[in-house]
């Protein structure tokens, strides 16, 4: 059985004094409904990782990070290393997700650089992909994700790749409230499932955790979670409300 797995993805959001609010809610429901055989984690803005570890310690949720630098360490203004989240117990984190792809014009070549320094440092990269409207008008887009994937991934060795999970975030469902529907989630994580399985063979890819995130609620989870090929989620709006993240962590 695959492993399965709900994320948080705060984003640049929450105060102090609501992060921690946050956290506390979300510990006190998780405490009442503790899903079973899920890996809850929340990825908050780094500034709060200290906080977040703090209740991480309870083994109820785990902690991730949103990004991090391409580098190992050095002279490189505002970034965060991946030795440096491993030293904060960060045990996840989140790379190429749309928002940077978009306005940090991050490319899959630093995604793959990113890749290597999280599994260098133990950290579970959560390596996103997904196309653009117009590239699913123009029905490109099993195309443009095989090219994501590949560009980042295909570098790694089997014993690496199988530590890696991919979340599938169609960017004109992130933060929209027009979620794909469970049959396209579907579509494209068993199309992943297959780009993987001919890279790096069936064992592998049986193996492989694929979340779906874009504008997955309370709702829809369920329906979403049900479909063969998808195995959790990568929550962006609704992991800021606490009983929603863990209604979705107890969606299966
Ligand atoms: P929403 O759930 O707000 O659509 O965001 C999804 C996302 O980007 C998670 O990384």
């Known amino acids: 059985m695959r492993r399965k797995i709900v994320a948080g993805n705060w984003k640049m959001n929450k105060s102090f004094a609501e992060a921690e609010d946050l956290l506390n809610e979300l510990y006190?429901?998780?405490?009442?409904?503790?899903p079973s055989n899920v890996d809850v984690v929340v990825?908050?803005?780094?500034?709060?990782?200290e906080m977040?570890?703090?209740?991480?310690?309870?083994?109820?949720?785990?902690?991730?990070?949103?990004?991090?630098?391409?580098?190992?360490?050095g002279a490189y203004t505002g970034e965060i290393s991946a030795q440096m989240?491993?030293?904060m117990q960060v045990e996840y984190c989140i790379v190429g997700h749309s928002e940077r792809r978009k306005y940090h014009s991050e490319t899959d070549a630093e995604i793959a650089q990113k890749t290597d320094v999280l599994l260098k440092h133990d950290i579970t990269p959560i390596v996103c992909c997904g196309e653009i409207l117009s590239e699913r008008e123009k029905n490109i887009h099993f195309e443009v994700v095989k090219k994501q994937i590949s560009d980042a991934l295909f570098h790694l060795d089997p014993l690496d790749f199988a530590k890696i999970i991919i979340a599938y975030e169609p960017v004109w469902a992130i933060g929209t409230g027009h979620t794909a529907t469970p049959e396209q989630a579907q579509e494209m994580h068993a199309f992943i499932r297959k780009t993987i399985e001919e890279?790096?063979?069936?064992?592998?890819?049986k193996k492989l955790p694929i979340l779906y995130g874009g504008s997955c609620n309370a709702k829809n989870a369920k329906d979403l979670f049900s479909q063969a090929d998808v195995d959790g989620g990568l929550i962006g709006g609704a992991s800021l409300v606490a009983q929603d993240f863990v209604t979705i962590a107890n969606a299966f």
Not at 28 to 34: G, K, N, S
Not at 43 to 49: A, G, H, L, N, T
Not at 52 to 58: C, G, K, L, P, Y
Request: hydrophobic share 35%.
């Open 28 to 34: 006190d429901a998780l405490e009442e409904q503790t």
């Open 43 to 49: 990825c908050p803005p780094s500034i709060y990782f």
């Open 199 to 205: 890279k790096f063979g069936k064992e592998i890819a």
């Open 85 to 87: 989240l491993s030293g």
């Open 52 to 73: 977040a570890v703090d209740f991480s310690e309870t083994g109820i949720i785990s902690v991730g990070a949103q990004d991090v630098s391409k580098y190992e360490n």
